[in-house]
């Protein structure tokens, strides 16, 4: 299929329209219902569908209708998966001692990262061999097995006994959703008022803003970079080396937190240091860089840095509002989405109108600057609600 680039970042940042606009439906009912319903529906829903893209895509002929019809579904997938962190968030506040969570969590959210790595390689493999649509199909595939896994296991469990958990600090088990829900009820509304009134959730949501700026553009436009910039190149490489570094970087922010949580704000602000900052430095150094070897350092390295945020602000709604963690996380994860269209579709003008891939670093290096600036004055890890 022929595609300008401001039809493939169409395309592109179409999911993140759908993931957009589910981050607060899939919180609200999360902590309401319990995250591990959540979770299944959500997978179950972009698991069918990403298994039916390759079939959508040839529905019509002509190019304009081909466009629209993979940009509704795309959209469709992305407000299916929108479920999935908020839901997440929602489980392992409900269900970790909290001086696991970040740990935990960590564990849980890289294997995002796993995921691109998988289809970094694995994909690029079954894109040489089979073409476009054989990574749909295997994705999809995967993702039904994975929610029959978790038919089978986690929801009859979950119904069924309530996990016991260590609490350290004092010695004794308790059951989970006593320890950690003590004085809950489910009919509580989030004191939105009071957060909105609060420059530490402002800082939260600028600065998951500005990390995901920085990791959606370099997770939707990093192909192509390397293809224009160095044709020659193994596509394995440049899709899997990134990555590699980026999945122990998360867990280790996530036992870092864990570790230091006695000065809990100064922590997360530390290892958010780390992710912006980093960020922020390899994506202007890349801008500079005339090798292939050099530009896959600073990108592997750019990435690396985005993998501390997992311990930093994403962790940030189970501190400030631990009984509203999926709720809260929804409306911080809808601000984190926009760059995933904003952020993608411009990038994808910028390198039509301007041809230049500096331009492009160099932005999404000065707003990892600004999102770390306002965390670093207004953050908090302290309970606000």
Known sequence: MEWTKSDSATILSSFFWGYTLSQVLGGYLSDR?????????????????TLLTPKIAYLYDDKLSRLYTLVFFRVIIGAFQGLHMPSLTSLISRKVAEGEKSFAYSIATSGSH??????GSVGSIFLEKFGWEA?????????????????????PKQREVSRLILIKEIGQFTDVPDAVHANRN???????????????????????FCQNNAFFILLSWLPTYFHENFPHAKGWIFNVVPWLVTFPSALLSG????????????????????????????????????SFAGAL??????????????????????????RFAGSVFGVMNMAGSVPGFVGVYLT??????????????????????????????????????
Not at 37 to 42: I, K, N
Not at 186 to 207: E, H, N, Q, R, Y
Request: proline share 4%.
């Open 33 to 49: 219902i319990g995250g591990e319903t959540v979770l299944a529906v959500g997978a179950t829903g972009w698991g069918i569908l």
């Open 297 to 322: 350092f600073c990108m592997a390295m750019a990435l690396c840095s985005c993998g501390f945020h997992h311990g930093g602000v994403m962790m940030n709604p189970q501190d400030i509002a631990p």
């Open 114 to 119: 796993l995921g691109t790595l998988f289809c």
């Open 135 to 155: 990574p749909f199909y295997v994705v999809g595939v995967l993702t039904c097995c994975w929610v029959l896994l978790l038919r089978l296991h986690l929801l």
């Open 186 to 208: 489910p009919k509580d509304g989030v004191p939105w008022m009071l957060l909105i009134k609060t420059p530490a959730f402002w800082s939260l949501l600028i600065g998951h």
């Open 255 to 290: 036992w870092l937190a864990d570790y230091m949580m006695a000065k809990a704000t100064a922590v997360r602000k530390i290892i958010e240091s780390v992710a912006l900052f980093g960020a922020a430095f390899f994506l202007f150094v890349i801008s500079y860089s005339q």
């Open 348 to 385: 994808g003008y910028i390198l039509e109108t301007t041809k230049s891939w500096s331009v492009v670093f160099n932005l999404t290096s000065a707003v990892c600057i600004f999102g770390i600036t306002v965390y670093l004055i207004f953050g908090t890890a302290r309970r606000l609600i």
